[in-house]
């Protein structure tokens, strides 16, 4: 499949004042993140809150670009675009986030919600941008007489099907999801999943799906990409990741999330401790105070990330055999 959205050592760096003397210090949200997704796929990007997911979605959608790297999208660099080309580019790629309450206008009903992001960007009539709002709303299990209605008087899960209903309202080749579903019972983050996946089919859709939660993305992603503070530590095709994970973070992750069918070949890994503050980060393997197999070399010498067969990993230890 052809590729359509890919990212080459993406970086947000910026500066902070911190500290007992407000000295200038410089925080790598993103620290050379690349990837690369085909038309119709989904990738995963999973790890702790804190480790760059969400500024990975704000550097993809440019509402926060980023301060360097390349990003190609449908085979324009999209970074060097005027804004003109740009502006039009970025209907293509949409983003859903986590709290429907926060990012759907109360004072506006379902109807406007969904037409307004016609109303911006295309000449469609006023009964066109009806047409298409009630066309949607089918589509995501919605029914008409929710037109009418606002979002406070919807559930969690109807509100972030509203949510992802604008999203689709522009007919866009890429839905950036940022932990779409976490707000959401466990009952009805499935029904949302499902619901992602048959639109995904129907619309020939690519995902982005940002989660904290691996379990949550283990029917839908084809790819997987676990980030640790600012940088990817193992990227890989779903299966392997969730059967062989092999950098000790994605292990531990694994060790932590309930599934339906644990894998007894996995040696589990507790996670301890917490994510290091990005502003004071570990030298070296930045995962190195929380890992098991951390030896002097993980403290000085930054891993980078290398194919072990089908996925890269980024540790000392697995290039040296040593687990
Ligand atoms: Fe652990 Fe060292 Fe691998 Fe980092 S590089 S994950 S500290 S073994
Ligand atoms: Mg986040």
């Not at 072990?308 to 040593?322: P, Y």
Request: charged share 25%; aromatic share 6%; glycine share 6%.
């Amino acid at each position: 499949s052809s590729v359509l959205f890919e990212a080459h050592e993406l970086k947000k760096h910026y500066p902070v004042k911190a500290g007992l003397f407000k000295e200038e210090q410089l925080v790598k949200a993103l620290d050379g993140v690349s990837f690369s997704l085909s038309r119709g796929q989904t990738l995963a990007v999973v790890g702790e809150s804190g480790c760059g997911k969400s500024t990975l979605a704000r550097s993809l959608t440019l509402i926060e670009p980023p301060t360097s790297g390349e990003l190609r999208f449908d085979g324009q660099d999209i970074l060097s675009l005027g804004a003109h080309a740009a502006k039009e580019l970025r209907k293509r790629i949409q983003i859903v986030f986590q709290n429907p309450y926060g990012s759907l206008n109360p004072r506006k009903k379902v109807g406007q919600l969904l037409e307004e992001p016609l109303y911006i960007n295309t000449d469609l009539t006023k009964a066109q941008r009806r047409e298409k709002a009630l066309a949607i709303m089918a589509k995501v299990g919605l029914r008409p007489e929710h037109y009418g209605r606002y979002p406070h008087m919807f559930s969690g899960g109807q509100r972030q099907r509203i949510a992802i209903a604008r999203g689709l309202m522009l007919d866009p080749d890429i839905v950036i999801a940022d932990e779409p579903v976490s707000a959401l019972d466990v009952s009805v983050q499935a029904q949302v999943l499902n619901l992602m996946m048959d639109l995904q089919v129907e619309f020939g859709l690519s995902y982005i799906f940002i989660s904290h939660d691996l379990s949550v993305v283990e029917h839908i992603a084809d790819q997987v990409m676990v980030m640790y503070l600012g940088k990817v530590v193992e990227y890989g095709p779903r299966a392997q990741i969730f059967s062989h994970p092999r950098h000790p973070y994605t292990i531990a992750l694994l060790s932590s999330t309930p599934r339906l069918n644990p894998d007894k070949r996995i040696d589990k890994i507790k996670l301890e401790g917490e994510l290091p503050s990005p502003l004071n980060p570990p030298s070296g393997c930045a995962f190195h105070a929380r890992c098991q197999y951390a030896n002097a070399r993980c403290h000085e010498q930054t891993p980078e990330l290398k194919w072990h067969g089908d996925t890269q990993i980024a540790c000392h230890a697995l290039e040296e055999q040593r687990m």
